[in-house]
């Protein structure tokens, strides 16, 4: 048996005829940028996640670039963010003239740790008289927070939020792995994206909400950053050739895209349940197994399981076997941002965050989609269980 580590053509079936109408409507009609289906998708995205506003851009990597300009993150300023994800992350705060300030993760959930995001704040930072917090490590001012929803659980926002408020941060939420998850705050049920001033999603393709090709979105309920986000996003015009602002770029999402996105997200929530289906099925198959570490799910956290990841002894032997036998696994992500060359002139060193370190080099993870079959479960949990030895 072979078994993808992603396989999105059940998905595509599923919806096969209506992706084939209204890519003949778009070809018919010449509309390809801008247009209803842009609006459609947003005005619809927004309400399902329970902002006023949501702003359809290229990429995740545009949506978390224009969230941070949107609440003012600049030049020379710094934001607190994690190790443990992806390049992205880092490189929208760098995007924008910021610096990455990296706190370490909870080694159980592999989310923000709060603690540690505390012991920055109360350690290595000052206070000054107009409420400003200043980094006494680089003397630069820290002005937000940055959490990653990693793999589709979210972070554990309520102390993360009361850290925020307490030292006057801004909260922009990276959700690009966690459409549709949600979070208890004070007894509402909140989806990720809505905790902060602004949320970036991705949309590529293999995300639990994918487009068939590149894509992102922000979310808020600001309409000035709202206006603000779609000046920047079309070159700084208000209208065509008058361009009221010099922070501007090509960061459009085309109308096919935007159609499709309509389309599957009607089907989101099916397809999450079946993505959490799965996850319990290795659940059951995993759970009595020592030598595996499996996701965790908080109480009031819902999971939509983007990536089912576990840890495990021998990673690389492991992951060896699992290909051989025909099963595709992924390492998200087997080097802490905070090690890469790329960042290696901000001082840190390996030790410096440990919970990311060692969570780095013994992740692994399993095949999942929507479409994922127990079959299929059961025999990567029979093949994951005979290469461990």
């Not at 290229?58 to 443990?84: C, F, N």
């Not at 009595?288 to 999971?303: A, S």
């Amino acid at each position: 048996m072979k078994v993808p580590f992603v396989d999105l053509t059940e998905q595509h079936r599923e919806i096969r005829h209506e992706i084939d109408s209204v890519i003949r409507e778009i070809i018919d009609q010449s509309c390809f940028v801008g247009g209803a289906h842009v609006e459609t998708f947003e005005r619809d995205f927004a309400a399902y996640c329970g902002t006023r506003y949501a702003v359809a851009c290229k990429s995740g990597t545009d949506a978390l670039k224009l969230a941070l300009m949107a609440v003012g993150v600049g030049r020379g300023e710094e934001v607190i963010t994690v190790p443990h994800t992806f390049i992205a992350t880092v490189e929208a705060i760098t995007a924008v003239g910021a610096h990455p300030v990296f706190v370490d993760i909870d080694k159980a959930t592999y989310q923000m740790s709060p603690d540690r995001v505390a012991d920055f704040l109360e350690g290595e930072c000052r206070v000054e008289k107009d409420g400003s917090v200043v980094n006494k490590n680089s003397d630069r001012p820290v002005v937000a927070l940055l959490p990653v929803h990693l793999y589709g659980l979210p972070s554990d926002m309520e102390p993360l939020l009361a850290l925020a408020d307490r030292f006057g941060l801004k909260v922009v939420e990276d959700a690009a792995q966690a459409h549709g998850a949600s979070y208890h705050l004070e007894g509402e049920e909140k989806r990720t994206g809505t905790f902060g001033q602004a949320g970036a999603f991705s949309f590529y393709p293999g995300k639990n909400l994918g487009a068939l090709g590149e894509g992102g979105a922000v979310v808020t309920d600001e309409q000035n950053r709202d206006q603000d986000m779609r000046l920047w996003r079309d070159h700084g015009q208000s209208e065509k050739y008058v361009h009221v602002s010099a922070d501007g770029w090509n960061m459009r999402l085309d109308s096919l895209q935007c159609a499709v996105l309509s389309l599957k997200l009607k089907r989101l929530d099916e397809w999450n349940e079946k993505r959490r289906q799965a996850a319990q099925w290795y659940r059951e198959r995993l759970q009595d197994d020592d030598r595996i570490v499996l996701p965790v799910e908080p109480g009031g956290r819902k999971h939509v399981y983007h990536l089912f990841v576990v840890r495990v002894p021998n990673r690389h032997q492991v992951r060896e076997e699992l290909s051989r036998q025909g099963i595709g696994v992924g390492l998200h992500y087997p080097i802490s941002l905070h090690l890469q060359k790329a960042y290696q002139h901000l001082g840190y060193k390996p030790g410096d965050l440990p919970a990311s370190e060692a969570v780095a080099e013994s992740i692994l993870s399993l095949p999942m989609f929507p479409h994922l079959t127990e079959e299929q479960v059961d025999y990567v949990c029979r093949t994951l269980t005979a290469a461990l030895g």
